[in-house]
């Protein structure tokens, strides 16, 4: 009887060393996400990139930011801001409504109004936005100049339900740190909340395109 027991205590420490000696399988990048914002939350106020989480907590007793990208109400009295961190420097441009967006740049909508917001990408180095759906093709966004200017230290634009904003961060002591973003504005409750859906923009080049239309 010990025998047996000896030998299923045996087969149970080995399988629990097996299971503690597999390594966890690496977790995705974040590269979006959905996110309400809150003016009144000392730790709700602000939007961290890295894991769509808020950027601000409590330690110590006191409120410290841990990775501030984007800022509700905080620099801009109902805006977002970026830029607001340390050396972070920032750029954030208003690119109006996704029907605005379609009546501006010609190109073809589905419904639910989220195939211009979808296909806002940086090809060959310039922000684009779609020019043909069909094809695949894509168009300079005229906001290039504007969102590749010298940028600032809290940058900021009032928040609009339903609009479409381009965000760029970057660090004044690292020339090679750079993050794009695109926020849509979900709902938006003046001095209270804001609800925006965000992504980063993906870096693609033509070559690349052509690609995948030849696949097609």
């Known amino acids: 009887m010990k025998s047996v027991s000896f030998i299923f205590l045996f087969f149970a420490l080995a399988s629990l060393t097996v299971v503690l000696g597999q390594e966890r399988p690496a977790q995705p990048a974040v590269t979006g996400g959905v996110i309400t914002l809150y003016a009144a939350d000392p730790i709700g106020q602000s939007l961290c990139f890295k894991d769509n989480a808020y950027g601000l907590v409590i330690q110590e007793n006191q409120v410290r930011n841990r990775c501030s990208d984007i800022n509700f109400n905080g620099y801009l009295k109902n805006g977002l801001s970026t830029g607001v961190e340390g050396s972070r420097q920032g750029k954030i441009v208003d690119l109006g409504t996704a029907d605005e967006l379609k009546k501006k740049y010609g190109y073809e909508e589905t419904v639910g109004q989220g195939q211009g917001f979808a296909s806002i990408t940086v090809m060959d180095g310039r922000p684009s936005i779609l020019k043909d759906r ?3 093709t894509l168009q300079d ?24 904003y381009l965000v760029r961060v970057s660090d004044s002591s690292d020339k090679f740190y750079e993050q794009l973003a695109k926020i849509v504005v979900l709902s938006f409750v003046p001095d209270q909340s804001v609800t925006i859906r965000w992504e ?7 070559s690349s395109v052509a690609a995948l239309k030849d696949e097609r």
Do not use: M
């Open 141 to 164: 966004l005229d906001e290039v100049t504007t969102l590749l200017d010298t940028p600032a230290n809290s940058a900021s634009a009032p928040i609009k339900l339903n609009h479409i």
């Open 200 to 206: 980063q923009v993906a870096r693609q080049k033509s």
């Open 134 to 136: 069909r094809a695949g």
